[in-house]
C-alpha cells in the first residue's frame, strides 16, 4: 500500500497507520515530505506501537522516484479526513493504473462508482479503513484483471490528449 505526497493532517496518515494492524502480508510505503517545522514523530509512534510493516521516505520526492514508487505498490491510499478540490495523487494512480482505497470526500466517489477503480472507505475511521484494505486486498487476489481493465478504462478516459480533445472541442463552439 503506498501513501504518496506531502504529509498533512488532513490526508488521514495516523488513520491509515492504525487500519493496517492486523492486514495480513501487507506493507505500507509512506513517501512524501513533512511541511516545513513539523515532525514525523507522532507518525513515528503509531507505526512502532502499531507494529507494521512500514519503509519511509520522508523527504522531498524527486519525480524520478514516482516511476518506482507506483510500480512497486499494488494499491494506493488516500485516506483524506476532508478535502475539497482534486488530488494529483489520485490523478497519478490513475495514470499508472492503480487501484485505490480513498475516503468518501471530494470527488473521489463519482471515479469509483463510474470505474470501479477501487473501494470507499468512510472518513476519519479507521476501523472502516482497515476493512477496505482487507477487501481490496481480497479483490486483488481474486481477479486482479477486473482492476487492470477498469484502469486502463479510467486512463484512457481521464487522459492530456482526451482533455485537450474536449477543450478544443469546446473552444470550436
Same mark, same amino acid.
Given at each position: 500500500?503506498?501513501?504518496?505526497?506531502?504529509?498533512?493532517?488532513?490526508?488521514?496518515?495516523?488513520?491509515?497507520?492504525?487500519?493496517?494492524?492486523?492486514? $495480513?502480508?501487507?506493507?505500507?510505503?509512506?513517501?512524501?515530505?513533512?511541511?516545513?517545522?513539523? !515532525?514525523?514523530?507522532?507518525?513515528? #509512534?503509531?507505526?512502532?506501537?502499531?507494529?507494521?510493516?512500514?519503509?519511509?521516505?520522508?523527504?522531498?520526492?524527486?519525480?524520478?522516484?514516482?516511476?518506482?514508487?507506483?510500480?512497486?505498490?499494488?494499491?494506493?491510499?488516500?485516506?483524506? #479526513?476532508?478535502?475539497?478540490?482534486? !488530488?494529483?495523487?489520485?490523478?497519478?494512480?490513475?495514470?499508472?493504473?492503480?487501484?485505490?482505497?480513498?475516503?468518501?470526500?471530494?470527488?473521489?466517489?463519482?471515479?469509483?462508482?463510474?470505474?470501479?477503480?477501487?473501494?470507499?472507505?468512510?472518513?476519519?475511521? $479507521?476501523?472502516?479503513?482497515?476493512?477496505?484494505?482487507?477487501?481490496? #486486498?481480497?479483490?486483488? !487476489?481474486?481477479? #486482479?484483471?477486473?482492476?487492470?481493465?477498469?484502469?486502463?478504462?479510467?486512463?484512457?478516459?481521464?487522459?492530456?490528449?482526451?482533455?485537450?480533445?474536449?477543450?478544443?472541442?469546446?473552444?470550436?463552439?
Amino acid at each position: 500500500f503506498l501513501f504518496y505526497g506531502l504529509i498533512r493532517e488532513q490526508k488521514g496518515l495516523d488513520d491509515l497507520i492504525l487500519a493496517m494492524c492486523g492486514v $495480513p502480508d501487507s506493507q505500507l510505503v509512506i513517501a512524501g515530505a513533512m511541511p516545513h517545522g513539523e !515532525s514525523f514523530a507522532n507518525y513515528q #509512534k503509531l507505526i512502532d506501537e502499531a507494529n507494521i510493516d512500514c519503509v519511509k521516505f520522508i523527504e522531498y520526492i524527486p519525480n524520478e522516484w514516482t516511476d518506482e514508487l507506483y510500480q512497486a505498490c499494488d494499491v494506493v491510499c488516500l485516506p483524506y #479526513k476532508y478535502f475539497y478540490s482534486q !488530488s494529483g495523487v489520485f490523478m497519478q494512480s490513475i495514470k499508472y493504473r492503480k487501484p485505490v482505497v480513498v475516503s468518501d470526500v471530494s470527488s473521489f466517489k463519482e471515479y469509483i462508482d463510474k470505474y470501479g477503480m477501487g473501494v470507499l472507505c468512510k472518513p476519519c475511521e $479507521p476501523g472502516d479503513l482497515h476493512s477496505k484494505l482487507c477487501e481490496i #486486498k481480497e479483490k486483488l !487476489s481474486v481477479n #486482479k484483471l477486473v482492476f487492470a481493465e477498469n484502469m486502463e478504462l479510467a486512463a484512457c478516459e481521464n487522459s492530456w490528449e482526451k482533455s485537450a480533445e474536449k477543450h478544443i472541442k469546446l473552444f470550436m463552439k
